[in-house]
């Protein structure tokens, strides 16, 4: 037996456990009103906040996930998400999808970033057989196909008005990376390799061009020729979605998904998908973790590895480590199952709310609850993938692995 084939042994039962306790948190999401609200502190619905599409999409996809594991209580909240997003979420004038239900000054964008979770929310729910889910995905991809998708560049723009008349002089990365793992799910979903192939353009341009001409310390903003912009948000470091400088946790998060592009290739895969996974992984670690004389991650480096945010995140600490899992599993190496070992411990130690529930999604420096950047706990999306994927074969999606029945634990 090879050290990758006893990843499953390297997993503590908590984290085994974890996402059926998540779920039982993220039940109460579910507005009777429609779509899923934002979390406070101990799992009720923040009532002054409007519905958020990206929350709404973000729990569909792991009510979904969870419908297809065989939960039976799940697919009905799966098709309450499908609902909101073909209903009150939706643009019946325009097309596509509002940023957020009523309330919110900033509803009426079209923005990359949410209409790539409607993707994946349509997809997994697409798998799971919700009702709703699979007219909502041919409308998703139509409209990401059309207003979204840049065949010249390999990458997906921003952020339009309502009308679809206005593109903002901005391209992102957060956007684009969303849309990998939205369109490598369809992919397993339709069986339609063209969304698999444009999730491999974007991972190739992004690893093997941006984050590799800049030493592993990947930018994140760029003007609409794809230029960078290294001094984008200086004023305002700790940007919810389009912070300055480096994002620790965007660097594992591609270095994740070019495994699950590396899968979807085959042999075809370059070798280049492989050595930029392990090189951004290399480069979370060196700048990111354990830095600033207190253990953890901070949030943002400057581009010369200096950290510029402090606070600790737990979606940080879950990529990395899903993505230390993913390359122990990969690789077969030793140095990744420690860290993923490390990682878990610190998480349970620091993040995991044993009292109220789901993790605190914001430490201070000095590892104490905080809510500077996220305030509550919104969704559970990014710990309940981290804790399910050590018990997932690595494949393309969490879909094609949930679907293949070979849970290992």
Known sequence: ?????????????????????????????????????WLADDGAPVADRPVQTWITCRMTHVFAL????????????????????????????????????????DRLDKRGYEHAFVVLAAASATAAGADGAESLLADALDVVERRFWDEDAGMVVDVWDRSWQQLEDYRGINANM?????????????????????A????ERVVDGFAREHAWRLPEHFDPHWRVRLDYNRAEPAHQFRPYGVTI????????????????????APSSLLEGSRA????????????????????????????????????????????????????????????FSRWCEHADRFFVDRKL?????????????????????????????????????LTTSFVSSIRANTLEG
């Not at 050290?3 to 306790?21: Q, Y």
């Not at 594991?69 to 596509?96: I, K, N, S, W, Y």
């Not at 969303?178 to 069986?191: C, K, M, Q, R, W």
């Open 280 to 339: 951004l992984f290399d480069a979370a670690v060196r700048d990111g973790w354990d830095v600033d004389g207190a253990e953890g991650f901070v949030y943002t480096t400057d581009f010369d590895g200096r950290p510029v945010v402090r606070d600790r995140l737990h979606w940080v600490v879950t990529e990395a480590i899903a993505t230390a899992w993913a390359l122990h599993r990969v690789t077969g190496q030793d140095v990744y199952a420690d860290w």
């Open 1 to 37: 037996m090879t050290s990758a084939d006893r990843t499953p042994e390297l997993v503590p039962e908590w984290v085994r456990e974890e996402p059926a306790r998540l779920l039982a948190f993220a039940r109460s999401a579910a507005l009777p009103t429609g779509g899923f609200g």
């Open 178 to 198: 969303h849309s990998v793992e939205a369109f490598l799910a369809v992919g397993d979903v339709t069986n339609d390799r063209v969304w698999t192939e444009r």
């Open 249 to 268: 946790g965007h660097l594992m998060e591609w270095a994740r998904l070019a495994l699950h592009v590396r899968h979807a290739r085959g042999l075809a």
């Open 200 to 203: 491999a353009r974007i991972v």
């Open 66 to 105: 969870a419908s297809l594991q065989g939960d039976p209580d799940t697919r009905a909240l799966a098709e309450h998400g499908v609902a909101a997003l073909r209903g009150p979420l939706h643009d019946d004038e325009h097309g596509g999808w509002f940023a957020a239900g009523g309330g919110d000054a």
């Open 357 to 393: 529930g789901s993790w605190h999604h914001q430490l201070d420096p000095a590892n104490r609850p905080a809510a500077t950047v996220w305030a509550g706990k919104p969704d559970v999306y990014h710990a309940y993938q981290a804790t399910l994927l050590p018990r997932l074969p």
